[in-house]
């Protein structure tokens, strides 16, 4: 039976009604977050053979379809390989005579400076048919037609060389955080309403220090709406947009969203004093609180513009609570045996030393040699005056004298002087320093006693500084270094590495 109502309420009936309905409509409102826009189910992903690479990237990473690379001073096959495919020393190795042949290169070890070379795809340098090929190429939102309509997975269409790349990552990865196996399992959210999982070829998955997960969007392809999804899931997975074409910004992602104890970027450390080993790193690590005190630190280097570390030095590092990582191998290019020489000279007194400085500098001379200082027409009147040391350079005479404080031997090597000889006047409190500093300047030689560095370490993450004379071999291309510091083990291995020979007087 159907309730009266007067005539005088009818009149506010409707607004009645529409105060129901907005209160109904409020109880069983959507979470915003979850919301889906009609617009967006029916908007097409547009397929492309390669994703266009971002402003930021370099250009001479390699695209799916391949490019163009002009070759720079210091390249070889091995280090283009390695560095624009991200392959291991023994892949890059077994693909240089196919990358040869493909691009109609001799068997000369020398690039020529400026060549454009073409950078095939990976498949195709390996001698695969390209994955891209063979399914058109497309990169896809599936809605599947076996789960809800909410149901999304993100198919990897075409497996590009990235995949590669990300290997290497995964390497260097469980090397810094090894994790059980369940701790790298894709994403794979099962719920009544939804399902939604992410193809692990192409949204990679690597474990975080505090337990969670970090799921790696290479080209920034995941929706808000399906990022969203997965952290409301499970707030501890993390979604980071970066490619590792550029290692640095990449590996600086990855390792926020780590959640470590302590990163710290463009580390320096030195050992030593003088001679001072410096190591670089990218990137310092503390996994956590106790790292520290448990000698547990790892240094990570991720430029691939610079060598790894050498084992001997790698060794010294662990010994001191260091664990080193490089994701670019241990590569010396152009390596020619003993190509500089590091004389060390072991004497304290400024006899012994000159006559060391005058052995490594190839300077033959007499010892007690007697020189007439009035020269052979002096009216029959001679005056001979012993030196310590006699040479001659460039035909010029030089005279080396041990100066006691004696005035008369003062005034005669005066005498000397304006006779046309070069005399180097030693004290007996001269060091090594004054010694080296009176040869330079009266020889004439390019060069000064300072804190030098024995090679760049632009390319390098590691060098050593030591006290010494830095000169140039006049015979070759290379290096002549003296010094008086005392040379240990480790520094005189990687002196050795870097192609000093050590000569100890």
């Known amino acids: 039976m159907l309730p009266c109502y007067s005539s005088s309420f009818r009149p506010f009936l409707p607004m009645l009604v529409v105060c129901i309905l907005l209160t109904a409509s409020s109880a069983w409102g959507m979470d915003p977050r979850f919301e889906l826009d009609p617009k967006a189910l029916d908007k097409k992903v547009p397929s492309s053979a390669a994703p266009a690479a971002r402003p930021s990237e370099k250009a001479r990473h390699v695209s799916v379809q391949g490019t163009a690379y002009t070759i720079k001073p210091g390249d070889n096959l091995f280090k283009i390989l390695m560095r624009e495919y991200g392959l291991s020393n ?208 790892v240094l990570l280097n991720v430029n691939d513009a610079r060598r790894g570390l050498p084992p001997v030095l790698t060794g010294f590092l662990e010994s001191k609570g260091f664990h080193a990582i490089d994701t670019y191998p241990v590569y010396r290019e152009g390596r020619h045996g003993e190509q500089h020489r590091v004389f060390q000279v072991t004497a304290r007194d400024p006899q012994t030393m000159a006559d060391s400085l005058m052995k490594f500098l190839a300077v033959p001379y007499k010892v007690d040699h007697s020189v007439n200082l009035l020269g052979g027409n002096a009216g029959g009147i001679s005056l001979m005056v012993r030196t310590d040391r006699y040479f001659e350079r460039g035909g010029t005479p030089y005279v080396v004298s041990f100066f006691d404080g004696d005035p008369v031997q003062y005034t005669l090597m005066r005498l000397l002087e304006g006779g046309g000889y070069r005399v180097i006047l030693l004290d007996a409190r001269d060091d090594f320093r004054k010694v080296a500093e009176k040869f330079l300047t009266r020889l004439r030689l390019p060069g000064s006693f300072a804190m030098h560095n024995l090679w760049s370490q632009a390319d390098s993450s590691y060098g050593i500084q030591m006290s010494g004379v830095m000169l140039q071999d006049g015979k070759s291309e290379g290096r002549v270094f003296l010094t008086d510091r005392e040379i240990d083990p480790l520094v005189k291995d990687l002196l050795e590495y870097n192609d000093f020979r050590v000569v100890r007087e």
């Open 90 to 297: 023994d892949e890059a190795e077994k693909l240089i005579p196919r990358f040869r042949d493909i691009n109609h290169l001799g068997s000369g070890k020398n690039l020529q400076v400026g060549k454009t070379i073409q950078m095939p795809s990976l498949t195709k340098l390996r001698g695969e048919t390209d994955v891209g090929e063979r399914r058109g190429g497309k990169r896809k939102l599936l809605v599947r037609n076996d789960q809800p309509a909410a149901s999304f997975h993100l198919d990897n269409g075409a497996r590009e060389e990235r995949g590669i790349r990300m290997e290497a990552v995964r390497k260097v990865w469980d090397s810094l955080l090894p994790a059980p196996p369940v701790a790298s399992e894709p994403v794979d959210i099962r719920s009544d309403s939804y399902s939604l999982s992410l193809d692990p070829g192409r949204y990679p998955v690597f474990p975080a220090a505090d337990g969670g997960k970090i799921v790696v969007d290479r080209e920034g392809k995941i929706p808000p709406l399906v990022k969203s999804l997965i952290m409301s899931q499970d707030p501890k997975t993390r979604v980071i947009h970066e490619n590792p074409a550029n290692r640095r910004r990449f590996f600086s992602s990855l390792l926020a969203a780590a959640k470590f104890y302590s990163v710290e970027e463009d580390f320096r450390m030195d050992f030593g004093v003088d001679p001072k080993v410096t190591v670089l790193a990218d990137y310092k690590i503390e996994k956590n609180a106790d790292s520290l005190m448990r000698n547990d630190i």
